[in-house]
Every structure is written in structure tokens, then in C-alpha cells.
């Protein structure tokens, strides 16, 4: 009797993993989770945008995030998935005093921060390699940087120096890379790791490769 008890304890968890994987199919499952964006990796910058001395490229795609993320399983191991991420981070570096008085070049600078959004839409496929915990791999494509948007006023003189017009421009930071991932799952917890990368930003004029890597820790609340 105590062998039989000791086989059922040891025996349920994975039992229990093995009716999940085939009875998920349809489910529609809710995570929420943490992200760390690692700073960009070295690239050649080539031609930058002129806007770009308004803020650091590297701090302002990285740093911590936090997010929460639907996966619907089409099959019991392609997933449909979704996540929305939120940080509060570095939109530009602002010169007070020369923003306001074009004449005076000289001021203090002042950091000014947002709140940043990213929309990640992806396909996650599932390996059971393991007896109770799983691999998976990611491809998808992200809208990066929302609600970085800002304007730039500029200054237009005469050949005398007087003050002619002004305009503002508006402008962001946004971009759409692709994102690949691997990662690993076991019961509730999920672990991964991840690139972000494109050739297409508003930080450079030249088509550079731009590439954030990722680690990310999720932890699924239960189907919806």
C-alpha cells in the first residue's frame, strides 16, 4: 500500500501536465509577467537622424517592463499569442533654456520621461521534450516604442537676424521589428529569451541593423 501511495504521489504532477497538453487545444490562457530589454547590441549607427542627440538610444530601449500576454492554442502546441508591455522610460533629453530662447545656446538639461507601450503579435510552437515541463520557440512581429511621440520647434531668421516664423514638427520613436524567442515551460512558469531586431528605425537614416535582446519571466493565471 505504502509502495502504491508513493508511485500515485510521483505519478500525478506528470498526469496531470500530460492532460493539460491534450485537452489545451482551443483554450485561451491569461500570463502576466516582467521583461528586462537589454541594451542594444554594437552596431555601425552610419547616418543618424538629426533629431536623434534628443534622446540615448540605449537607455530608452531598455531597461524593465512589465506585461501581461493572452496565448490561444490552435493546436495543442501552436499558439496564437499576444502580449502588451508598459515602462516608464526615457522619451528626450530637453535644453530649457535653448528650446525657449533659440538665440542662447547654453542651458541646463532636463530629463523628460514617458509612459512606453509595446504590442507584440506572435506564433509560440511547443516541444515535450521533457516529462513534465516543455521548449518553445517564438517568431512574430512587435510595434515598439508607442507613446513616444514629441515636437521639435524650428526657428526661421532673416538675413538681419530678426525672428521671420516658427514651426513645430511632430515626430516618435516608433518602430516594427521582428521578434524570435526560445524559451522554456514548466506547469505555471514560463522563461525565455529573446531578440527584437529590424532594419527600419527613426534613429538612423541609413537601413542599420537594430537588435534589442530580451529575457522574460511569465507566469499563466489560468484559462479564460
Known sequence: MKKLLIIIFFSVPFLAFSQTIETRKGQLFFKIGTEYRITPLPYDAGESDPNIGLTNVGIQ???????YSLDYFITKNLTLGFTNSFRYDL????????????????????????????????????????????????????????????????????????????????????????????????????????VLTTTVTEYFLTNERFTIPYLKLSYNLGKL
Request: glycine fraction near 8%; hydrophobic fraction near 30%; charged fraction near 20%.
Open 61 to 67: 530601449n531598455s531597461g524593465l517592463a512589465i506585461n
Open 91 to 194: 522619451l528626450l533629453y530637453n535644453n530649457e533654456v535653448s528650446f525657449d530662447s533659440p538665440e542662447n545656446n547654453e542651458g541646463s538639461t532636463q530629463v523628460e520621461k514617458t509612459l512606453i507601450t509595446d504590442f507584440h503579435f506572435y506564433l509560440n510552437y511547443h516541444f515535450q521534450i521533457f516529462k513534465n515541463s516543455e521548449i518553445f520557440i517564438r517568431a512574430g512581429k512587435s510595434l515598439a516604442n508607442r507613446g513616444t511621440d514629441y515636437g521639435t520647434k524650428n526657428s526661421f531668421f532673416d538675413q538681419e537676424g530678426n525672428l521671420v516664423s516658427k514651426s513645430i514638427s511632430q515626430n516618435n520613436f516608433h518602430f516594427q521589428p521582428e521578434n524570435f524567442g526560445l524559451g522554456y515551460k514548466k506547469d505555471k512558469v514560463e522563461v525565455m529569451a529573446g
